[in-house]
T-cell receptor, first 116, second 110 residues
Framework: NAGVMQNPRHLVRRRGQEARLRCSPM?????VYWYRQLPEEGLKFMVY????????ESGMPKERFSAEFPKEGPSILRIQQVVRGDSAAYFC??????????????FGPGTRLTVL | AQSVSQHNHHVILSEAASLELGCNYS??????LFWYVQYPGQHLQLLLK??????LVKGIKGFEAEFIKSKFSFNLRKPSVQWSDTAEYFC????????FGKGTRLHILP
């Protein structure tokens, strides 16, 4: 059973470009979470999605950031018009059940975004 | 809002030393508590978790943690560390979403 997969592992963008980060959850998991890790900071929750639904986006910046988890295919975190402050490691996690349960989230290897 | 504090940002120990990493959380209700580890260049892995029951939780690789409700603490311990324990350790708490501490970088000297 493959773990959570994220690609690309490293992404370099110039200011103003778009960044698209992909996350494929573990097989059988229908809940996906995105976190951002800034240098010298812990992981900060961004958004929680189920298939075709955004459940909690309280950690998402109000502008330029969006996330989706379509019926088919990976979850996508999209950052439009990137700025230097978006440089961070972005981690995806998945779980078989939702946050109301006691199940565990399994993390992917992360995507390290560098904005030049 | 729920918060998690990890008191030590950097810890350096020699092999065979005993380890205790502090973690305090702010929420007074029912919580789930976790310790995750991130080895250099790797993704986060779950070390151990507490949901209910015995407050002394055993995890992988000889780690354990004790939930002390009165102190809002969930400290991570290992009696004798190894060089391979060099990593970053994150304490986390969940009420409706998981909140992570800022992490503790542990460096073990061979």
């Amino acid at each position: 059973n493959a773990g959570v997969m994220q690609n690309p592992r490293h992404l370099v963008r110039r200011r103003g470009q778009e960044a698209r980060l992909r996350c494929s959850p573990m097989k059988g998991h229908s809940h996906v979470y995105w976190y951002r890790q800034l240098p010298e900071e812990g992981l900060k929750f961004m958004v929680y999605l189920q298939k075709e639904n955004i459940i909690d986006e309280s950690g998402m910046p109000k502008e330029r950031f969006s996330a989706e988890f379509p019926k088919e295919g990976p979850s996508i975190l999209r950052i439009q018009q990137v700025v230097r402050g978006d440089s961070a490691a972005y981690f995806c996690a998945s779980s078989p059940l939702g946050t109301g349960s006691t199940d565990t989230q399994y993390f992917g290897p992360g995507t390290r975004l560098t904005v030049l | 809002a729920q918060s998690v504090s990890q008191h030590n940002h950097h810890v350096i120990l020699s092999e065979a030393a005993s380890l205790e990493l502090g973690c305090n959380y702010s929420y007074g209700g029912t919580v789930n508590l976790f310790w995750y580890v991130q080895y250099p260049g790797q993704h986060l892995q779950l070390l151990l978790k507490y949901f209910s029951g015995d407050p002394l939780v055993k995890g992988i690789k000889g780690f354990e943690a004790e939930f002390i409700k009165s102190k809002f603490s969930f400290n991570l311990r290992k009696p004798s560390v190894q060089w391979s324990d060099t990593a970053e350790y994150f304490c986390a708490v969940r009420d409706d979403k998981i909140i992570f501490g800022k992490g503790t970088r542990l460096h073990i000297l061979p």
